[in-house]
């Protein structure tokens, strides 16, 4: 059952993570990563858990990549973004199996880009992308920090260009984030790093 892992290669898996302004954020950036990614996408976006969720409905349409909430003990699948659903922490296994825990909030957030970072950083280590996108708060800025402390790769939007620059300049504030971009340039430098593995 290992032939969905990426066992080669430099990069094996993207957590992405937002929250005020994600929808949109996430809808350039799914729409700008192409049809043919070879490694899955993970994915945190803040939403409100006291009404049902059309995200994924809604990112489905705008990219070419299938979309769908994550399910706990599913595999996560190249080329398939995994949404964390309302109110329910999102992490992964070496074994590449999705786990969702609904334990306490982390930054008055559940799910939490920090946790889910930060159990892509044990699973991967050097092998994960992180990228943190627009919202408030700090979510996502320790996660960060574990990504670069175990060799991975992190990209902040540029918070100047952020809708909501919080959770962006947060993750830039560690001093652990690589690349910090526009928007509209972060979908080609995670094709980038994924697909070197191809050559």
Partial sequence: MTAELPSSGPYGIVAVASSAGG??????????LGPELSVPVLLVQHLDPRHR???ADVLARRTDLPVKLAEAGE??????VHIAPPDRHLLIGADGVLT???SE???FVRPSADLLFESVAGAYGERAVAVV???TGRDGAMGAEAVSSRGGTVIAQDPASAEFSGM???AVDTGAVDFVLPLEEIAAVVRGLVEVKRQ
């Fill in 100 to 102: 969702l825990t609904d």
């Fill in 168 to 170: 962006p300049q947060a």
């Fill in 53 to 55: 969720t059309v995200i």
């Fill in 105 to 107: 909030l982390v930054h």
């Fill in 23 to 32: 929808i949109q954020g996430l809808s350039k950036l799914l729409g700008a």
């Fill in 133 to 135: 996108l627009t919202g």
């Fill in 75 to 80: 595999r996560a699948r190249a080329g398939t």
